[in-house]
């Protein structure tokens, strides 16, 4: 890939040794819902520490002697130096050990990898953030900047979905992230009791959506497969382009370097070239069903 690809022009180099975890203690742990616990994370080397910076979109690599590494994104606010927060869904042998863990506990850590969502060229832009289920943590660092720094954006949109409303993640968030600035939208897949918002897949609350300037509009989408793929149908039905367009597309990701090759999606190396991609650069390979 190129230096002056969409893609490498968002990428920020990894920690000088990217093969050395650096020990991460664990400070705080907050469950979210069923199966899915926040973590604030502290380097213990004050070196380390200081030094750490990740961009919004970006994952570390977090090490559980015995299990493995998973790949985890970074879902907290950029500009906060003192912990580092991963939101953690339970799924394999390392979140299982993790999900075991508690505050005092160390694992590894190495990062941060991979490109990042694209917040400088949303400058004088409307944004819309699209996520679906365990995809809004990814998202939460762009939220957290872009309120930062609300003058310099449009129109800032959230859509986001969830199959349950149990299943929501972050919802005591929604109202301070209303009063500043941010229009949150969501909904459900399937209603329950007491339940009076939105019920629908998540690329209905776009079709929804009156306030929308294509021209001027920059979406990032974060979710399923299938989600990712309708919703930017349509959002190129309503006369954005695929440049406007960025996914985040994590999958399979092992070695975080481009090394082992499990993360391979068509020609790109999730790990490396990923996980955030502009629309036109992966969307031809998100359409091949098993690739």
Known sequence: MSENSPVAACHSDPQPNAWVSQTAVIREIRPEVSGVTTYQLALTDPTAAESYRFRPGQFNMLYVPGAGESAISMSGDPDSLETLTHTIREAGNVTRRIADMRVGDTLGLRGPFGTSWPVEQCAGKDVILVAGGIGLPPLRPVIYHMLSEREKYGQITLLYGARTPEMLLYTDEFQRWREQGLDVRVTVDRSAPGWQGNVGVVPQLL?????????????????????????????LQRGMTTEQIWVSTERNMQCAVGLCGHCQLGPEFICKDGPVFRYDLISPYLKVEGL
């Open 207 to 235: 079709e929804r959506l009156q306030k929308f300037d294509p021209a001027n509009t920059v979406m990032m989408i974060c979710g399923p497969d299938i989600m990712m793929r309708f919703t930017a149908r349509g959002a």
